[in-house]
């Protein structure tokens, strides 16, 4: 049975993967990093969420300092999200640069994105003592989730105080009633979730100014939005400032 749900506006999260991965292109200090955060978090963005890889094809390991000072002293309002697959590098980085919140995902180091949430069944075990390492450090901790109401009670056993979405195949359907299938997924997943009272919402991947309205409908209690790809395109045209304040408006928020 669905829950009544009472609507509220869900936070931006930029990632800024693509603006590392366009500077790395040339021995060049430009695009600047850490002016476009503060561009975003400036145009009204509630916080910058970073993926560095073992390859630092995108986001370097030196970053992360950067990101970490410019957010704790010109935005402390803000919030700091940096995700990864967890192995003691990564896992030390993490501890190392202090964000808010972490996001685990069940990524391999050759993959170019994130394409699938946990088998919390298999990796929960694992999971488990690093999310309590990181909650140690006063992190919080979200792991990356498909559409499926058996993963929440099993993210909740390893460890999680949030779920991410993995909202790729919502977002790449175009025929209605297959866009339909998969948001009854997510409001199922996002049902089973509430029902355990401990545990909230997050969503990202391939997430757009055009399927988000339809994704806040099915999860209205949605409590953040991570988007990297179809926002940078979208400054690209219009700006960062811009493209941050359009995401605001349909995320529930005046800009």
Not at 53 to 80: G, K, M, N, T
Not at 187 to 211: I, P, S, Y
Request: glycine share 6%.
């Amino acid at each position: 049975m669905t829950q009544t749900v009472t609507p509220s506006p869900t936070l931006l999260s930029v990632n800024v993967n693509a603006v590392a991965y366009l500077r790395n292109r040339r021995e060049v200090p430009w695009p600047d990093l850490i002016d476009i955060a503060r561009a975003i978090l400036e145009a009204g963005a509630h916080g910058i969420t970073v993926h560095p890889r073992p390859d630092e094809r995108h986001i370097r390991f030196s970053d992360l300092p950067d990101l970490s000072r410019v957010i704790a002293e010109e935005f402390p309002q803000a919030e700091f999200n940096i995700e990864g697959y967890p192995t003691r590098h990564f896992i030390d980085l993490v501890l190392e640069n202090k964000p808010h919140q972490v996001t685990l995902v069940p990524d391999t180091p050759e993959q170019s994105t994130s394409d699938h949430g946990w088998d919390f069944a298999a990796d929960g075990d694992m999971l488990q003592p690093i999310a309590r390492e990181f909650q140690a450090a006063g992190i919080r901790v979200s792991c990356f989730a498909d559409a499926n109401p058996a993963d929440p009670a099993l993210a909740l056993q390893a460890g999680a105080d949030r779920i991410e979405f993995y909202t790729g195949p919502y977002a790449n359907e175009t025929a209605p009633e297959a866009v339909f299938r998969e948001l009854e997924k997510l409001k199922a997943t996002a049902d089973a979730a509430r029902r355990l009272g401990a545990l909230q919402l997050n969503a990202g991947h391939d997430l757009t100014v055009d399927n988000l309205p339809a994704l806040r409908r099915a999860i209205p209690d949605l409590a953040e939005v991570s988007i990297g790809h179809a926002l940078t395109a979208d400054a690209l045209i219009l700006g960062f400032p811009e493209a941050v304040r359009r995401y605001l408006r349909v995320l529930g928020h005046s800009a």
